[in-house]
């Protein structure tokens, strides 16, 4: 699983907007902020080779990015590394005018989802969550999997057996093998 830790998230930006709305976002995270060398800032890092080269090294070492700026540019970029959810970093995508946060890649294991609904709270904008756990308003498996350090047999199946079940509206149990600290 790869969680978002603050210290580890690259934003991206192409437009004079995107780079105004990075300096919003940087003065209350500790983001490295990545842009054009036409837009060049203080603080912000010139893409290295281009905006899809920089893109693509960030997605193997940083635990979350930030694109500011349309959806498809951020698929087009990073659809040759999209590999497996339980290791992909997060992605999340905003417009520039900070009305919607997208969590595009990774909503539960890589915490996109999360990251989404913190960065909508602080920009005052409309999170797009489209997992079918959290817009039922459930409580996915892998997500509570995550919070309590579980391990079980055969997790990806499990995940999805029983999330399918939680959306289809069927009762899930669950048990826990062994001392429980509840922490």
């Not at 979350?64 to 992605?91: C, E, H, M, Q, Y």
């Not at 999360?114 to 997992?131: C, E, H, K, Q, S």
Request: one cysteine or more; glycine letters at 8%.
């Amino acid at each position: 699983m790869n969680t978002v830790k603050p210290e580890s998230i690259a934003l991206f930006c192409l437009t004079p907007g995107g780079v105004r709305l990075a300096k919003r976002l940087a003065a209350m995270l500790p983001l490295t902020c990545y842009t054009s060398e036409a837009l060049q800032e203080e603080g912000f890092i010139p893409f290295n080779g281009g905006f899809a080269s920089a893109a693509r090294e960030a997605f193997s070492s940083f635990s979350a990015l930030i694109f500011i700026g349309a959806t498809g540019i951020a698929v087009r970029v990073l659809a040759p590394l999209v590999n497996d959810k339980l290791s992909d970093p997060a992605v999340v995508v905003i417009d520039e005018r900070a009305r919607h946060v997208i969590s595009l890649l990774s909503g539960h294991a890589g915490g996109a989802n999360a990251l989404t609904r913190y960065l909508a709270g602080m920009l005052d904008a409309d999170p797009v969550i489209t997992t079918a756990t959290d817009v039922n308003e459930l409580a996915a498996l892998d997500t509570l999997a995550f919070q309590l350090n579980a391990r079980m047999t055969d997790f990806r199946a499990a995940v999805k057996t029983v999330n399918q079940m939680l959306v289809s509206g069927k009762r899930v149990g669950l048990w826990c093998d062994g001392e429980f600290t509840g922490r």
